[in-house]
C-alpha cells in the first residue's frame, strides 16, 4: 500500500485474507499518534499480526507499507519498500500532493505485484546476499589469480637456482681457465 497520510493512493494484495483491513487500522493508529507530525516523520516501523509482519516506512510525508511472512526478517521487506517508494515518487512526482484516494491504483498496482513477486522469489533482489555472492566470486577469482601467481613465483624461484648454479659453474670454470694460462 502506498498512502499520503490516510488517502491510500495504490495497494495491491496478492492474499485473501484481511490484510488490507489491517493494513489500513496501522495506516489510521499511525497516522493518529504523530497527529500534525505525520507529514514531517520519517521512520522506519514493523508490528506483528499473527504470523505476519507488516513494516512501514514513512518518507517525505508518504507511507509505504507491505505484509510479509516473518520469515522474511526486515532487511528485505525494507528494501521493498524504499524500491516502492522510489518508483512511486518518480513515476508521480508532484501529483502525489493532491491525488484523491486510488489515483494510481489501476497503473501502480500492477507495479506492486511485480515487485512483490520479485523480492518474494528472486535470490538476487536481496541486495546484502547479493553483494556476498559477488565477493565469494571476486574472492574465488582471486584466489584462482593467486595460484598462478604462486605457481610462477615457484617457476622463478627454480629457475634462479638453477641460473645461480650454473653461473657458479661458469665462474669456476673461468677462474681455473685463468689459473692453467698462468
Known amino acids: ?8 493512493l495504490s495497494e495491491f494484495s496478492g492474499t485473501s485474507t484481511n490484510a488490507n483491513a489491517v493494513a489500513k487500522q496501522i495506516l489510521n493508529k499511525i497516522n493518529n499518534q504523530q497527529g500534525g507530525d ?4 520519517d521512520s522506519n516501523v514493523s508490528f506483528c499480526h499473527d504470523r505476519y509482519v507488516f513494516h512501514v516506512k514513512r518518507t517525505d510525508g508518504l507511507t509505504v507499507l507491505c505484509m510479509a511472512d516473518d520469515s522474511f526478517g526486515r532487511r528485505i521487506p525494507f528494501e521493498f519498500l524504499e524500491d516502492i517508494h522510489q518508483r512511486f515518487v ?6 502525489i500532493l493532491s491525488a484523491p484516494a486510488y489515483a494510481m491504483n489501476d497503473e501502480f498496482s500492477r507495479v506492486l505485484s511485480q515487485q512483490m513477486e520479485y523480492y518474494s522469489n528472486d535470490p ?10 559477488e565477493m565469494s566470486q571476486a574472492m574465488l577469482d582471486r ?20 641460473f645461480r648454479r650454473q653461473s657458479r659453474r661458469y665462474s669456476n670454470n673461468l677462474w681455473w681457465s685463468n689459473v692453467r694460462l698462468r
Open 38 to 41: 505525520a507529514l514531517n516523520c
Open 124 to 133: 538476487n533482489a536481496d541486495r546484502l546476499n547479493r553483494l556476498k555472492g
Open 143 to 162: 584466489g584462482g589469480r593467486l595460484e598462478v601467481l604462486v605457481e610462477k613465483t615457484s617457476a622463478m624461484n627454480n629457475t634462479s637456482v638453477r
Open 1 to 8: 500500500m502506498v498512502a499520503r497520510r490516510e488517502v491510500v
Open 90 to 95: 518518480k513515476t508521480y512526482g508532484r501529483a
